[in-house]
């Protein structure tokens, strides 16, 4: 099969497409031809060297597709459903993945928006369970207009929160479509909150890494109310919890998040799509920055 893989450390150059073995499911697993595989920004942070050591390295943790095979134990898919999930092999974007945690994809719903959901549905899904976010809580959110920031605003709403989302400018008239407040990150940040929060906020969620734990701590009253999924030394310098899905993930996340979808309360856009070919300019997109949504692979 076809797949991306990379042999040196490096820019979006060091991306290869080469041929490797076809895999195979084990017991509760699915093997999908896949259609369509989500691109992070933990992919150019292991193409740059910065999370593994070990090469040749393949990359993708999310994809949907076609079910092609069938590992023991599986009885609720069959031949030809389309499924979305996580490939724990990091080896999602390539002609085949197996699949370990996997569901329906939603009738609403292609295979590229179905791919851009497992990663951030379940950091936004754990990361709240963690902060205990419910009915009232007022929730700050940094970086709220990204993939996982909109997710975890969404799923706060539909747990009853009031939710504050920093995103620049161009982006507030995206967060209040989905009953966010905005204001804007940078100087300033804790003022702008302070004016619609008054005394500050209950939680504080960090999904941006921007280096604001402190101001988050104060606004939200203390490092036990702070939570962030991308500033791991931060965390440890402030005292706030990092959460990592190593530590127990919230994989009904994906079981659960169809019935939202279908009732409307819940959508996450794909920004643009690549075919796999083309792996590199995605990683190059992804590193400039890009609009509100996710960026997919498509596999042809």
Known sequence: MRAV???????PEVLEIVELPDP??????????????????????????????????????????VVDE?????????????????????????EFAVLA???????????????????AVETATRALGQL???????????????????????????????????????????????????VAYGTGMSERVRALAGDGVDLALDVAGSGVLPELIALAGGAGHVLTVADFAGAQEHGVTFSRGDAGRALHALDDIGALIDAGRFALPVARTFPLT???????????????????????
């Open 132 to 182: 205990g976010v419910r009915q009232g809580s007022l929730l700050l959110v940094n970086g709220a207009s990204g993939s996982v920031g909109a997710a975890a605003v969404q799923l706060a709403v539909v747990r009853g929160a009031r939710v504050i989302g920093t995103a620049s400018p161009a982006n507030h008239a995206y967060l209040r479509s989905l009953d966010a407040e905005p």
């Open 5 to 11: 893989r990379f042999s040196r450390f490096g820019g």
């Open 101 to 119: 945690h996997f569901a329906a994809v939603p009738a609403a719903l292609g295979f590229a928006g179905a791919a851009a959901l497992p990663a």
């Open 278 to 300: 083309e792996v590199a300019d995605a990683h190059r997109a992804g590193e400039r920055g890009h609009a509100p949504g996710k960026l997919v692979l498509l596999v042809d």
């Open 24 to 65: 195979h499911p084990g017991p509760g697993e699915v093997r999908i031809a896949v259609r369509a595989a989500g691109v992070n920004p933990s992919d150019w942070k292991k193409r740059q060297g910065l999370m593994d050591e070990e090469l040749p390295q393949t990359l993708g943790y999310e994809a949907a597709g």
């Open 70 to 94: 069938i590992g023991a134990g599986v009885v609720h898919v069959g031949l030809g459903d389309r499924v979305f999930g996580f490939s724990h092999g990091g080896a999602a974007q390539a």
